[in-house]
């Protein structure tokens, strides 16, 4: 059987993988994959917890976190085609119209 | 499980606003394309208003956990939806004038409200972090898509953009948190999770950064400092009255599930959070404050004046007795009316070409416009703690709760810092009463301003004089003793 240090090593690697991507990647549509990753790290968290701790309560909340995911990134790649639309941009940086 | 009719019962208002926000969705095409959007605004209105009756009806029971847990009954939540149906009717009627205002031809714009709004519901009643999350989902997308609403203005686009990408982050790290308290507790219950937490071995390193995570979590939601970058951006570009609606009732929501979570779920860790949660709010307080005085732009000084408003509210949260939690929940209460209230007078500045987003377009209002200055007025010393007003009680609960746990260094801190929001604020009316008019003033004019103004004056001036009622009914309402 796996320990359930490993997963939690793997989980902990996604997430940190995820929020470099977010803080670093300059291309929206990378930055919206990074925090998917960050999201299933989460999942991955979960159902470790879940079967190590032999309860369901994990494996639901897994379920819930992809649904509200998918519905996230729905709303987000919306916005987005409105922005580029408008603008013509793909990159964080250049989301500068506003200061101050 | 079975549903009981318990069950149903204690979720009634929910039922109703999510009820009534997909007949509206559909009801929407068969009223004429003219008047569509009024009429669906004040069905909005009237659901709003239905759900209030329904939670005065059933806050009268005891304290109730339904839905196999999940879902809790009590005057804490009961309180809150108070809070969130104010600033849910408040910002409709703000925006009656301002979507014609803005050219915005659709009527999901109050339908999203709704949606929001049952979302900050579920939040306030969320006994099991499963609920609370979910809530903060509910509530959070239709904010993200009102808030880009301006399809056409690119500070719109940009500033949904921004918001989503960084809710989303947020949530994300929340959620880590979350599971690793999961983890480490074996389950998402509060209740279960203080039972848990009162066994010492559970405080491993590992828990003390779930605690951070979820403060980081909150802390995007409440704009607290250093999780605040998204506020000003967000709600510059957002149309006004979503700024208001965020700025109230999102922040209201996340409150509602900050103070549940850490006080109800982590009471017995309290150590653990008090440092964190103390640093992110004088953080907020000196950022906010500060920051804003160097704004021209009137709805980024608000964003930046609403990051230091949630510095002061968490301090009710670091004092951690009844009497801060019930500090937090008026503060909560006034701050709906008195921010909502200005974003109003801002609003009603925002006709034809002019934008009244300058704040040196308010020179000289109050030459040719009393009324309107007065109500700017008495928002603006509401807003900076200056009495007979709402927000001088508000600050002064706070104050004295941590003043009784004996943190007199973090009270020493606010009071300086409402001395620097006064400037801020006092600048406003400074430039609307002792500057000469450049021009004509352009006004929007609408029942549904006049109205709103007009009630968000008398609460904060009603909560000012007489605020013994509303602090004794937050006073029962909290969840401690």
Redesign the interface.
């Known amino acids: 059987m796996v320990p359930l240090t490993w997963y939690?090593a793997l989980?902990a690697l996604l997430?940190m993988v995820?929020v470099g991507g977010?803080l670093l990647r300059r291309n929206?549509i990378i930055?919206?994959m990074s925090?998917e990753l960050?999201?299933n790290?989460?999942n991955i968290?979960?159902v470790?917890?879940s079967y190590?701790?032999q309860?369901l309560?994990?494996q639901?909340?897994a379920i819930?976190?992809i649904t509200?995911a998918a519905?996230?990134?729905a709303?987000?790649l919306?916005?987005?085609i409105?922005?580029v639309r408008?603008?013509n941009i793909i990159n964080?940086d250049e989301?500068d119209?506003?200061r101050? | 499980m079975i549903f009981s009719l318990k069950d149903i019962v204690a979720i009634l208002p929910e039922i109703t606003i999510v009820a009534g926000a997909c007949v509206l969705l559909l009801a929407a095409l068969l009223i004429p394309k003219g008047e569509r959007k009024d009429v669906i605004a004040y069905f909005a209105i009237g659901f709003v208003a239905l759900a209030a009756i329904d939670t005065l009806i059933i806050s009268g029971m005891e304290k109730t956990t339904v839905l196999g847990g999940m879902f809790v009954l009590d005057g804490y939540a009961c309180f809150f939806k108070f809070v969130f149906y104010i600033g849910t009717i408040l910002s409709i009627l703000l925006s009656l004038n301002y979507v014609d205002e803005e050219k915005i031809n659709v009527e999901e714009y109050y339908i999203l409200m709704l949606f929001s709004l049952s979302g900050m519901m579920v939040i306030a009643s969320g006994a099991n972090l499963?609920t609370i999350?979910?809530g903060l989902?509910l509530m959070s997308?239709p904010v993200?898509?009102l808030v880009?609403f301006l399809?056409?203005d690119?500070?719109s686009?940009?500033?949904?953009?921004?918001y989503?990408?960084l809710g989303?982050?947020s949530?994300?790290?929340l959620?880590?948190g979350?599971?690793?308290i999961?983890?480490l507790t074996?389950?998402?219950q509060l209740v279960g999770i203080a039972e848990a937490l009162t066994d010492a071995t559970v405080h491993v390193p590992v828990f003390a950064l779930a605690v951070i995570m979820l403060v980081a979590g909150f802390g995007f939601k409440i704009a607290g400092v250093p999780f605040h970058m998204w506020a000003?951006?967000a709600y510059?570009?957002a149309p006004t009255p979503i700024t208001g609606f965020m700025s109230v009732a999102v922040k209201a929501a996340a409150f509602a599930a900050l103070l549940r979570v850490f006080i109800e779920g982590l009471s017995t860790v309290q150590a653990d959070w008090q440092l964190v949660v103390a640093l992110v709010s004088v953080a907020s307080l000196v950022v906010g404050n500060v920051v804003a005085i160097?704004?021209?732009?009137i709805k980024?000084m608000l964003a930046y004046s609403s990051v230091g408003h949630a510095g002061y509210a968490l301090l009710g949260l670091v004092a951690g007795t009844a009497e801060g939690v019930s500090g937090v929940m008026f503060y909560m209460l006034t701050y709906t009316f008195m921010n909502l209230g200005a974003f109003g007078v801002v609003i009603t500045m925002r006709k034809g070409s002019q934008m009244g987003e300058n704040i040196e377009d308010y020179a000289g209002l109050a030459k040719t416009n009393r009324a309107l200055a007065l109500a700017m007025l008495i928002f603006l010393f509401s807003l900076a703690g200056i009495p007979p007003t709402a927000g001088f009680v508000a600050k002064f609960y706070i104050f004295m709760a941590l003043i009784h746990q004996g943190m007199i260094p973090l009270a020493v801190i606010a009071v300086l810092m409402s001395a620097v929001a006064a400037y801020y604020y006092a600048r406003i009316v400074m430039i609307m009463y002792m500057r000469e008019p450049a021009g004509e003033f352009e006004l929007a004019r609408s029942r549904g301003l006049v109205y709103a103004l007009v009630l968000a004056v008398i609460a904060v001036i009603l909560m000012g004089v007489y605020p013994t009622y509303f602090i004794e009914l937050a006073q029962r309402a909290t969840f401690i003793m």
Do not use: C, H, W
């Open positions: 939690i989980s997430f995820g977010v929206i930055v919206l925090v960050i999201l790290s989460v968290n979960f470790a917890f190590y701790l309860d309560t994990g639901i909340f819930f976190t509200v519905a996230e990134i709303v987000a919306g916005i987005l409105a922005l408008n603008r964080v989301i119209t506003m101050g | 499963l999350y979910l989902e997308l993200y898509v880009g399809q056409r690119i500070r686009n940009e500033a949904s953009m921004k989503i990408v989303a982050f949530s994300g790290i959620l880590f979350i599971s690793l999961y983890g074996g389950t998402t000003p951006d510059e570009g160097a704004q021209s732009n980024r």
